[in-house]
């Protein structure tokens, strides 16, 4: 049996470059942003924007909002209070709509290379890491960690 992959990213400190750069090196064909708003302060990381950068990179760019965390989650995140951002975004994956989106991104994890993308450097404090678990539990994970070039 082949093994199935997922990949995650995180943008924070990093750059547009960097992260396509990290993208393309590991073959990611699709980058799927799970904000629930996909907008950033960081130059680049807003939605139309970086599906442009993603074009040019060759990497096809997909949102999926409900799978986003709720702003109560993502404010928890802030508070590193994991315990609260794992309750809440629990009960957002039980939205119709979140498990509509988890269907498709699990089936197009199971034919592509996909890429979770949001803002935490490190996977393991993001709710992408939840979301995998949840999703993709079957998948190996591998964690890039963009880097600029100096």
Wanted: net charge neutral; aromatic share 6%.
């Amino acid at each position: 049996m082949t093994t199935r992959r997922i990949w995650t990213i995180g943008y924070e400190q990093a750059t547009v470059p960097a992260v396509m750069k990290a993208l393309r090196e590991a073959g990611v064909e699709v980058l799927a942003d799970v904000r629930a708003l996909p907008l950033s302060r960081r130059p680049g990381f807003s939605k139309s924007v970086l599906a442009a950068n993603a074009r040019d990179a060759g990497i096809e760019y997909v949102h999926f909002k409900a799978l986003g965390t709720p702003a109560e989650g993502r404010a928890a995140a802030r508070r590193n209070d994991h315990a609260t951002l794992e309750r809440i975004y629990e009960g957002q994956l039980e939205l119709p709509e979140a498990i509509a989106a988890g269907a498709r991104l699990a089936d197009m994890a199971s034919e592509r290379k996909v890429a979770l993308l949001c803002y935490e450097r490190e996977a393991h404090g993001c709710h992408r890491t939840l979301l995998r678990q949840a999703i993709l539990p079957d998948f190996e994970v591998i964690d890039l960690i963009p880097v600029d070039a100096a």
